[in-house]
């Protein structure tokens, strides 16, 4: 049985940092290509970065600043997602999701999605 089962959530102030972690189980951990996505109250679920299986290539939404970093530790089947200089539009539900073939912003390309984990940033 895969499981996603994120962390590192919760309130921060704007302009700090987080570091969520997504450990993975269930699954051949580098084999798949991992991404973050989130969902804002009363948006849609956008995509936020992704990464290759051996985590030499990563992918981030063209309006992202340079604030957030995707990485991954395949020996500890966990990746992870340094977000910097938060604002309080970050705030949102963040997901981690697994996807056996390449790294791609396509939502429905991830076949194991994680239950997220709430972030806050208060303005």
């Known amino acids: 049985q895969v499981q996603l089962v994120e962390s590192g959530g919760g309130l921060v102030p704007t302009g700090g940092s987080l570091r969520l972690s997504c450990a993975a189980s269930g699954l051949t951990f580098s084999l798949y290509s991992m991404a973050w996505f989130r969902q804002a109250p009363g948006k849609e679920r956008e995509f936020v970065a992704t990464i290759s299986q051996s985590g030499f290539t990563t992918d981030y939404p063209d309006s992202e600043s340079g604030r957030f970093t995707i990485s991954r530790d395949n020996a500890k089947n966990t990746v992870y997602l340094q977000m910097n200089t938060l604002k309080f539009e970050d705030t949102a539900v963040y997901y981690c999701?697994?996807?056996?073939?390449?790294?791609?912003?396509?939502?429905?390309?991830?076949?194991?999605w994680g239950q997220g984990t709430q972030v806050t940033v208060s303005s």
């Open positions: 999701a697994a996807n056996r073939g390449p790294w791609t912003r396509r939502e429905s390309a991830y076949n194991y």
